[in-house]
């Protein structure tokens, strides 16, 4: 399997961890939301212990490699234009329903109304965002696959346990406003398939461009955008739904799991 399939792949897979968290909405009906507070705590942890074990290293070295001595602070303020980037286009997706605060807002599964059509209007209004927010993510994926497979597979977890609580979010008002099971989840994985697109993109750029600096830079503003859904969007949603401490154990938790794999795939070596 060439290197730009074998990327490409863990862009689908992570892209289709949305529909494992649409599965979970219209399966486990009764009280699914609140699943929410480990997986989203989960999933900061390993963003960022990732980004900041893993990716901003790999950018400031790429940097360093193609600008010298001052390849590392320019990853540094690269990294802080992700956070800013990761922010504008927070501010563009409509407010009331982006993806961690729509997970954050919505009432627990027991309180929505069946039949209801705003909360139709509500899922596909998140399937929208949740769209948007998985196109650089796809892009991310592939680019970390492309410069070092370990990295690679280790950033497809993260986004993948990223996009779990996506899929609740935009399955569960679809499930109760609908009452279908096959639409929901059709629509919450429907959703993740922009990352396999993101990652087509990657390949375009990466075929046309590829070079320490591009590699450098897109590391750098994928740590950004990362460390900004999990402090943003992930961690106060799982704050709205779980106590202090239950929060802090799955973050601590989803760090460990991370930690964990690199290690495994390090004395693998993969």
């Known amino acids: 399997m060439s290197d730009v399939v074998a990327a490409l792949l863990l ?54 490699a193609a600008w010298g001595a001052g ?11 992700g956070i ?37 209007r509500t899922g596909l209004m998140a399937a929208l965002a949740i769209s948007l927010h998985n196109l650089p993510e796809g892009l991310v994926v592939f ?10 597979l280790a950033t497809a977890m993260a986004i993948a346990l990223h996009n779990v609580p996506e899929g609740i979010a935009t399955a569960a008002p679809i499930y109760h406003a609908t009452g279908s099971r096959a639409k929901a ?8 398939l922009t990352e396999p697109l993101g990652g087509i993109l990657g390949w375009w750029l990466l075929s046309a461009f590829v070079d320490d600096a591009v590699l450098g830079i897109s590391f750098a503003l ?34 460990a799991l991370m930690a964990a794999s690199l290690v495994a795939l390090d004395l693998a070596g993969v």
Request: negative net charge; glycine residues 14%.
């Open 11 to 64: 862009t689908l897979l992570a892209g289709l961890a949305t529909g494992v968290g649409g599965l979970i909405a219209v399966v486990a009906k009764a009280g699914s939301i609140r699943f929410l507070t480990g997986c989203l705590s989960l999933s900061a942890g390993v963003m960022i212990y990732i980004t900041f074990v893993e990716i901003l290293g790999h950018a400031q070295e790429d940097l360093e």
């Open 71 to 81: 390849g590392y602070a320019a990853a540094t303020a690269i990294f802080f234009a």
């Open 84 to 120: 800013g980037l990761a922010a504008v286009v927070d501010r563009l997706v409509p407010h009331e329903h982006r993806p961690g605060e729509l997970a954050g807002e919505a009432p627990p599964i027991p309180a929505l109304r069946d039949g209801d059509v705003g909360l139709h």
């Open 143 to 152: 680019v970390a696959a492309m410069a070092d497979p370990s990295l690679g």
């Open 185 to 192: 989840l059709g629509v919450a994985t429907l959703s993740g």
């Open 222 to 255: 994928a740590g950004g955008i990362m460390v900004f859904v999990a402090f943003h969007q992930l961690l106060p949603a799982a704050r709205r739904y779980g106590k202090p401490h239950v929060v802090m154990t799955w973050l601590v938790a989803g760090m």
